[in-house]
């Protein structure tokens, strides 16, 4: 785990023992004694008892972790990875304050690994002391919880059935310090929930999906997923690199659109959980073979979602190859802010963008950037979704409504603001802010009643939005638009934020 600059002599100070110092004796003040204990399944587990020394102008404080196993769950028998153990860690405060936290951890070859993600937690707490807590533990409270009105930041994981393969997924339930709550599966990377409350503090899930993982493989309109290799459309599944021609899949009528027939969306995921002190999270990583749906390279995806105690939905992209190829990552959630009680054409959108990029029948950018001012893709000032949707403008006959990309008005390559979205009767707010270029607005235009989704809700007609941050579509055909081109050697990153919030 990074450490903050500056932070690893104080926080060695801090330790004052290694976890390594099992079975000596305590000394006073500086207490780190930690057994064994033998579990019903006959395997080690280190139960960890320390009280961190005072940083300078910190409280001590109380940390008790005790990893101990519960009897595997249905979904880790038989185990997805031999040795894989579900674990769950405890924390109290110095005050007695019970605080307290569940990680998973991976029993890989023996006791250490468990080990190491006890003292990696401990890290997390101590760099979280180190940058931050400066009285009573603060900081440590807002790791593991424990503050009147505050939860504990929580990762819990179950299985959530295999696929036709027979591969595991996996589901991850995070929890943040405001009792925000995203869920996240390995296959296609899918956030299932995102509850948030509204201006009452109800919590509501604002994203479209399904219950159960069969539904998600049988017919899923990218619902909450990550799309890749290329997310949104490469014209005629085409395109010329270095002077070699690339023939893509196509699967949506001529063209190619979000990766394929197989693309990132329908893989299962290698994952592991992320602690960070504001933050908990799932790194999940996908290898797209050289080939793969067409494209050139063997590209290593990985793609990490937080929940922060900002109440942010961050995910930051990253992928390397050993071809050039175009590359495209995008997060395809279908939001509604209502909770999904009605469609979405109540909420008020504000997009950055002074320009979009116009499209054919076929959705295919034409290359030109055209002006909004003027014309019903104008969101530079908040406006309903419904408010000009069905007006008589081409490129709304086109897409039938709103699908496409707008051109983000940006300076340099740092994170800035692509859209605020207000839903009025909850008071919910969201901002997204993206390293992007570009952002495609999607309206749900093709949902059409026909899906029901969670909790057997039926998706009518535009019942969700997207807002994919993205570079533009068929940019490996239109020189003009920034390169999505990634070579041997350099390293695909961008990050995206969906931050909550009511008024
Ligand atoms: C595209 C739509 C497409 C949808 C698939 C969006 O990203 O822009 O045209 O139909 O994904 O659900």
């Not at 790194?283 to 929940?307: F, W």
Request: charge should be negative; proline fraction near 6%.
């Amino acid at each position: 785990m990074a450490l903050p600059d500056g932070s690893n002599a104080a926080l060695a100070e801090a330790l004052g023992r290694e976890a390594g110092a099992d079975n000596e004796p305590a000394a006073p003040g500086d207490v780190s004694h930690c057994g064994q204990k033998k579990t019903q399944n006959n395997l080690c587990f280190r139960v960890a008892e320390r009280i961190i020394k005072p940083l300078p102008g910190v409280e001590p404080c109380r940390f008790a972790p005790a990893c101990a196993t519960r009897p595997p769950v249905a979904a880790f028998s038989p185990p997805a990875h031999r040795n894989e153990i579900p674990c769950r860690l405890t924390a109290e405060s110095r005050k007695g304050r019970h605080l307290s936290s569940r990680f998973i951890t991976y029993k890989k070859g023996g006791e250490q690994m468990v080990e190491m993600k006890s003292r990696w937690v401990m890290w997390a707490v101590l760099a979280t002391a180190a940058v931050g807590c400066l009285c009573s533990c603060a900081s440590m409270d807002n790791l593991m919880g424990g503050k009147a009105g505050k939860t504990p930041m929580d990762i819990d994981v179950e299985g959530f059935g295999r696929t036709a393969d027979g591969e595991q997924v996996r589901l991850y339930t995070l929890t943040n310090t405001s009792g925000l709550k995203a869920q996240i599966m390995t296959y296609g990377a899918i956030v299932t929930s995102l509850e948030v409350p509204d201006k009452h503090g109800e919590m509501d899930d604002v994203v479209l999906g399904y219950d159960n993982l069969p539904a998600y493989i049988e017919n899923s309109p990218y619902f909450g997923a990550v799309v890749g290799r290329y997310g949104n459309r490469i014209g005629k599944g085409k395109f010329t690199l270095d002077g070699v021609t690339y023939t893509l899949a196509t699967n949506n009528n001529e063209n190619h659109l979000h990766g394929g027939l197989k693309g990132f969306d329908k893989v299962v995921w290698d994952d592991e959980p992320v602690w960070r002190p504001d933050a908990v999270g799932v790194r999940l990583s996908y290898l797209s073979k050289d080939g793969e749906e067409g494209y050139p390279g063997n590209l290593k995806a990985t793609v990490t979602y937080l929940l922060t105690n900002n109440d942010e939905l961050r995910i930051e992209y990253e992928a390397t190859t050993d071809k050039a190829t175009p590359v495209n990552l995008t997060h395809h959630g279908y939001f509604n802010l209502t909770g999904g009680e009605r469609d979405i054409l109540g909420h008020e959108l504000m997009l950055n963008a002074a320009e979009f990029t116009p499209v054919d029948e076929g959705l295919i950018p034409t290359g030109e950037l055209r002006p909004v001012e003027g014309t019903p893709m104008d969101f530079t000032r908040p406006a309903t979704i419904g408010a000009r949707i069905e007006n008589d403008y081409e490129q709304l006959r086109f897409g039938g409504g709103y699908d496409h990309n707008w051109v983000l008005t940006r300076q340099g390559r740092e994170m800035s603001q692509a859209a605020t979205v207000y839903e009025p009767t909850t008071g919910r707010v969201m901002k997204v802010y993206t390293t992007e270029p570009g952002v495609q607005f999607y309206a749900g235009n093709f949902l059409d009643g026909t899906i029901t989704g969670k909790e057997g809700k039926v998706y009518q007609h535009r019942y969700g939005f997207c807002l994919e941050t993205q570079h533009f579509p068929d940019s490996p055909n239109k020189p003009s638009f920034p390169t999505t081109i990634l070579r041997p050697g350099q390293t695909y990153e961008t990050t995206t934020v969906y931050r909550f919030a009511t008024k």
